[in-house]
C-alpha cells in the first residue's frame, strides 16, 4: 500500500452539494437561494399548507354541515356478537371488560348494544347503552340489561 492507492472508506463521503462554499465551486455567493425575498434568509420556514401566495387549498375549499362538540360517539356492539362470545366461551355475564378481553372494544370506549341479530342464551348484560330492540331481545331470553 501506499499513496497513488489510498482511498476513504467505504460510506464515510457523502455525494452531495456542497453550498457556500466560494465562487470557484458553482454554488457560492447566493449558495443557490437567489436574491433577496424570504426563502433566501436564514431561519426561513415555510408554513405547512402555504402555496406562494396563492390563496391555500384548504381556504379555496367550500365548507359544509355543523360539527357538534358535544357529540357522544358510542362504539356498536351487535347482538349476534354477543350471542357468539357467550357460547364460544360459556358465558352468562357479560360487560366491558368481557368486550375488551375478547378485542371487541377498547377501555375508553363507551358501548351501545344494538338489536341486529338473534340472541338464544340468557345474559346479564351491562353497557353504556341499549337500543330498545336490544333490550327487548336480551329480556326476551329471561336476562337483564343494566345500563352504566
Known amino acids: 500500500m501506499d499513496l497513488s492507492n489510498l482511498k476513504p472508506a467505504e460510506g464515510s463521503v457523502k455525494n452531495r452539494k456542497r453550498i ?6 458553482g454554488r457560492g455567493g447566493t449558495s443557490t437561494k437567489g436574491h433577496k425575498g ?5 431561519g ?3 408554513k405547512p399548507g402555504f402555496e406562494g401566495g396563492q390563496m391555500p387549498l384548504y381556504r379555496r375549499v367550500p365548507k359544509f354541515g ?11 356492539v351487535n347482538v349476534s356478537i354477543l350471542q357468539k362470545l357467550a357460547e364460544e ?9 368481557v368486550l375488551m378481553d375478547h378485542g371487541i372494544v377498547a377501555k375508553k370506549d363507551l358501548v351501545k348494544i344494538l ?3 338473534e340472541l338464544k342464551a340468557k345474559l346479564d348484560v351491562t353497557a353504556h347503552g341499549f337500543t330498545k330492540t336490544a333490550q ?3 329480556e326476551a331470553q329471561g336476562g337483564t340489561a343494566t345500563k352504566i
Open 89 to 97: 366461551n360459556n358465558l352468562t355475564v357479560i360487560d366491558q371488560q
Open 66 to 76: 355543523f360539527k357538534n362538540i358535544n357529540r357522544v360517539e358510542y362504539r356498536g
Open 38 to 42: 424570504a426563502q433566501s434568509r436564514s
Open 20 to 25: 457556500g462554499r466560494g465562487q470557484g465551486s
Open 44 to 46: 426561513y420556514k415555510r
Open 136 to 138: 327487548a331481545a336480551i
Open 115 to 117: 338489536g341486529n341479530g
